[in-house]
């Protein structure tokens, strides 16, 4: 079966050895050539930030999806959010979130779907069942 093919896709999560898995699981899937990693939402959100200054070819090069921690230091999951939010419509539309966490409260599940861009919830680790089903 064909999967979609993204130009690229992030990974933003603290821990190290999901971010190794995960990228492994990506790359094994086919989905995408190119990840971008970053283990702190801080240096993601900059990154983006840094893109968006690129001008028309920006959109050549935004992610397409952003797989999403919730639980890190410095700045968690929601607050990566909140600040996306201030992020240009463009890159808005362009960058579809997948929070990708170990949480199972409920509370988290909900308040993820305050946010328009959130496409969806997926426990880790990310296996290549939950990339096929990917529709987003």
């Known amino acids: 079966m064909a999967q979609k093919k993204y130009y ?9 050895i999901d971010n190794l898995i995960n990228q492994k699981m990506i790359e094994a899937s086919k989905i995408s050539d190119n ?9 993601a959100i900059e990154f983006l930030r840094n893109i968006e200054k690129l001008g028309d070819i920006a959109d050549q090069v935004l992610p397409e999806l952003i797989f999403l921690d919730i639980d890190m230091p410095l700045m968690d999951g929601f607050q990566f959010l909140d600040l996306f939010d ?17 949480s199972i409260n409920p509370q988290d599940i ?5 946010y328009s861009y959130v496409k969806k919830y997926v426990n880790k680790p990310l296996t290549q069942k939950n990339l096929t089903a990917l529709e987003v």
């Open 86 to 102: 201030q992020l240009n419509e463009k890159t808005k539309e362009k960058c579809k979130i997948i929070m990708l966490t170990s």
């Open 35 to 43: 990840i971008f990693i970053h283990s702190g939402a801080k240096s």
């Open 8 to 16: 690229s896709v992030m990974l933003i999560d603290d821990n190290e």
């Open 110 to 114: 909900s308040r993820s779907q305050n």
